[in-house]
């Protein structure tokens, strides 16, 4: 009864001042410009980003948007606890906004932070809607001057054709972004980058590639360039509110005037630290204190982590201080093995039962982690004790104490640690997930556990449970993975203050825990934040069983905004032409080949191929084929495509007659431009040739070939 009595008192003066903070938005089509070239893209009250959402701690937030567009539209409000209801997310827990119709979201601010709001409706993030959301403490002591600094990712393409190109060829964008993995390349990287390549290709990993989409701009602010000015010269510091709104693009963020300090990440107070480098996965947020100076304007540079291109901010007036520039990673010389030493937490070995002690025994988990990562220099914060008592940590005594440790280059959470005890509730019970992130860069199907959203929609959990998802990454690339309604531990070797977070990001080949308390209702998405991962499957609804409201009519959500996609490849040479159309999903593939010469000889294969994973497909279909006046047969056939070390493809197919035949291919790039491919199988029949690249879809051609002989052309898809 006490309690309850302390309740009302508590929150009856607090309800009764609660303040309406309204908002009224149009989204609507803008014509912008960023590179020279006009773009239709998609604006909130005609700003990219969005206005900036502000309220405080007790306040209500009301905020309407009328939707301009002639396609649905949503409104996600990235991270903020809220009710099922008003997450935002179309077909799940709240009605898409319809074209010329109106949504208007009402909730109140319970936590302070930096968020973002973003459209939850196709790729519409890659085409402008998203905004920054700051929440402030009931009485903020704002003494420091903040900015948000809100970064993105730009195409000049329309966004659906950026889909389909990373459907029709999984290396579309590395001639764009001059990242094709050619063995010049690797020769020129040495024996390290060889034993790499080999390692991987036997492995059938293949190389290691760190973005998709090779993009045209990126953006600080909707701008490539932006500023920061009106700063009082009494200024010594700026609080920095970052958000990557990015689609799919990682950056790492430096500052000109040296170490940036982490006050917050995805809008949760951590122990400050300080660092001259940090990564900033899709998704997430970061406060950083950043130091003034009078007469001097430092930039802050966001370098994509493929390398490919940066923004700028710069935050001061005056003489212009440039951020050093980041060297280009390479490719090459990151192996599977490092990725492996990426992780914040070893998975294999330590069973769910170690995992689960560990909560008690902070400082035994980081014992490992110093050599893992030679990269860093652990500033150790400040000194872990499990005393209840020493848990509220004096602010400045934690400053004093990093002053010595600066992180050169933060790419994970081993050095985050929450301000308070994240612990989950003792007496609950505890539900472990696996989660194996896999996919297909090949055919750009991204999944969890080998299956896409549409093939296994829902993770099951009950309310007043413990759950911890464990993820390993099974593919090359990284994804940022995101939980909505949730903040979720991310188990570091700080223990029981292990940071909270609602974005984490995965490494290649790396595994990450997190974990959080069931404390919710119905039904929540869990998904990679890059949106083209998300759209090609990578994605699931965290039902709580007791209360989801799940239908089928949620399919339209988790399916791709897409299901099937097509591709035409012509091969057009003076003594032969080939074409192949194929139409595919996720699992199935409807595809034709035809081959012929001019005069005598001509080939057809119609098949269905069925994918059971990334390596296998199995298939049936006929061939008809006349060589030479040969009487022309039609067959039936069936077998299996299966992809073997060295990345080579082979075929094993039986006709109906019973006849075997073994028919194996690859293709290998010599340099960025020259490539030979090769195909022989056991009826002694082969075609091999070298090509010349032109761009991403046209390359000519020198081939030969047991059928057609000897003739130079071009190749090329759409
Ligand atoms: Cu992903």
Do not use: C
């Given at each position: 009864m006490n309690t309850r009595f302390l309740?009302?008192?508590?929150?009856?003066?607090?309800?009764?001042?609660?303040?309406?903070?309204?908002?009224?938005?149009?989204?609507?089509?803008?014509?912008?410009?960023?590179?020279?070239?006009?773009?239709?893209?998609?604006?909130?009250?005609?700003?990219?980003?969005?206005?900036?959402?502000r309220a405080?701690?007790?306040?209500?937030?009301?905020?309407?948007f009328h939707n301009r567009l002639n396609v649905i539209t949503s409104v996600h409000w990235h991270g903020i606890l809220v009710p099922g209801d008003q997450d935002g997310v179309p077909f799940l827990n709240t009605q898409p906004i319809e074209p010329g119709a109106s949504h208007t979201f009402?909730?109140?601010?319970?936590?302070?932070?930096?968020?973002?709001y973003h459209s939850h409706s196709d790729l519409q993030v890659q085409k402008g809607l998203y905004g920054a959301v700051v929440l402030s403490e009931a009485h903020a002591d704002d003494s420091t001057d903040e900015r948000v600094v809100l970064f993105s990712d730009w195409t000049n393409e329309r966004v659906e054709s950026v889909l389909g190109n990373l459907k029709a060829k999984d290396d579309f964008y590395s001639f764009k972004r001059d990242t094709i993995q050619s063995w010049d390349r690797v020769l020129g990287n040495g024996a390290d980058a060889i034993r790499n390549r080999l390692r991987g290709s036997i492995s059938r990993m293949g190389p290691m590639d760190l973005a998709d989409v090779g993009y045209d701009a990126f953006l600080v602010n909707g701008q490539r360039e932006g500023s920061v000015t009106d700063i009082s010269t009494e200024n010594k510091q700026m609080k920095l509110r970052m958000i990557n709104g990015s689609t799919s693009t990682y950056?790492?963020?430096?500052?000109?005037?040296?170490?940036?300090?982490?006050?917050?990440?995805?809008?949760?107070?951590?122990?400050?630290?300080?660092?001259?480098?940090?990564?900033?996965?899709?998704?997430?947020?970061?406060?950083?204190l950043v130091?003034?100076?009078?007469?001097?304007?430092?930039?802050?540079?966001?370098?994509?982590?493929?390398?490919?291109?940066?923004?700028?901010?710069?935050?001061?007036?005056?003489?212009?201080?440039?951020?050093?520039?980041?060297?280009?990673?390479?490719?090459?010389?990151?192996?599977?093995?490092?990725?492996?030493?990426?992780?914040?937490?070893?998975?294999?070995?330590?069973?769910?039962?170690?995992?689960?002690?560990?909560?008690?025994m902070s400082v035994e988990v980081g014992a490992q982690e110093p050599n893992a990562m030679p990269e860093h220099v652990h500033g150790d914060p400040v000194a872990i004790s499990t005393d209840a008592g020493a848990m509220v940590m004096h602010e400045h005594d934690a400053r004093m104490q990093t002053e010595e440790g600066v992180i050169e280059h933060m790419t994970d959470y081993s050095a985050l640690m929450a301000t308070h005890v994240t612990a989950l509730p003792g007496q609950q019970e505890w539900r472990e997930i696996e989660l194996a992130l896999t996919g297909n860069m090949e055919r750009y199907v991204w999944s969890f556990n080998g299956k896409t959203a549409r093939e296994s929609p829902q993770i099951l959990i009950r309310k007043g449970e413990n759950v911890r998802f464990l993820m390993k990454n099974?593919?090359?690339?990284?994804?940022?993975?995101?939980?909505?309604?949730?903040?979720?531990?991310v188990v570091n070797q700080h223990g029981e203050r292990s940071p909270l977070k609602h974005t984490v990001n995965v490494p290649p080949m790396g595994s990450v825990v997190i974990e959080f308390d069931a404390n919710e209702e119905e039904d929540w998405l869990f998904h990679c934040h890059n949106q083209f991962h998300m759209k090609t499957g990578m994605n699931r609804v965290v039902s709580y069983e007791q209360t989801s409201l799940f239908t089928p009519e949620i399919d339209r959500l988790i399916r791709p905004s897409r299901r099937w996609f097509d591709i035409n490849n012509f091969h057009a040479m003076n003594s032969f032409v080939?074409?192949?159309?194929?139409?595919?999903?996720?699992r199935h593939e409807f595809a034709v080949e035809i081959d012929a010469d001019f005069a005598h000889s001509y080939e057809v294969h119609a098949i269905y191929n069925y994918y059971f994973s990334r390596f296998v497909s199995g298939f049936a279909g006929i061939e008809s084929r006349e060589h030479h006046h040969d009487n022309t047969h039609d067959i039936g056939i069936a077998g299996l495509n299966v992809t073997l070390p060295l990345l080579i493809e082979s075929e094993w197919r039986v006709n109906d007659?019973?006849?075997?035949?073994?028919?194996?291919?690859?293709e290998i790039p010599l340099t960025r431009h020259f490539g030979v491919d090769w195909r022989w199988n056991t009826d002694n029949e082969y075609r091999y040739g070298i090509n010349y690249r032109l761009n991403n879809r046209w390359s000519l051609t020198v081939h030969t070939d047991t059928e057609y002989g000897e003739g130079v052309g071009i190749k090329f898809f759409y």
């Open positions: 309740l009302i008192a508590l929150f009856l003066p607090a309800l009764g001042t609660a303040a309406v903070v309204e908002y009224e938005f149009d989204i609507a089509v803008k014509e912008v410009n960023i590179t020279g070239v006009p773009i239709e893209a998609l604006a909130i009250d005609d700003q990219i980003p969005a206005p900036t959402v405080a701690v007790g306040d209500v937030l009301r905020a309407t009402e909730f109140p601010i319970i936590h302070a932070g930096t968020f973002w950056y790492d963020v430096e500052y000109a005037a040296g170490p940036m300090t982490i006050i917050a990440a995805d809008g949760q107070d951590v122990m400050p630290i300080r660092v001259k480098r940090l990564r900033i996965s899709t998704a997430e947020t970061y406060d950083v130091p003034l100076n009078a007469g001097q304007s430092f930039e802050l540079r966001a370098t994509s982590i493929d390398g490919s291109g940066y923004s700028s901010l710069f935050i001061g007036e005056g003489v212009k201080v440039l951020a050093p520039d980041v060297p280009r990673p390479n490719p090459f010389l990151i192996s599977h093995m490092d990725m492996d030493m990426d992780m914040d937490m070893p998975m294999s070995g330590s069973s769910p039962m170690t995992m689960h002690e560990s909560h008690d099974d593919t090359m690339m990284h994804h940022p993975l995101h939980l909505h309604g949730h903040f979720f531990r080939d074409y192949e159309f194929s139409v595919f999903d996720e007659h019973g006849r075997f035949r073994l028919e194996l291919q690859s």
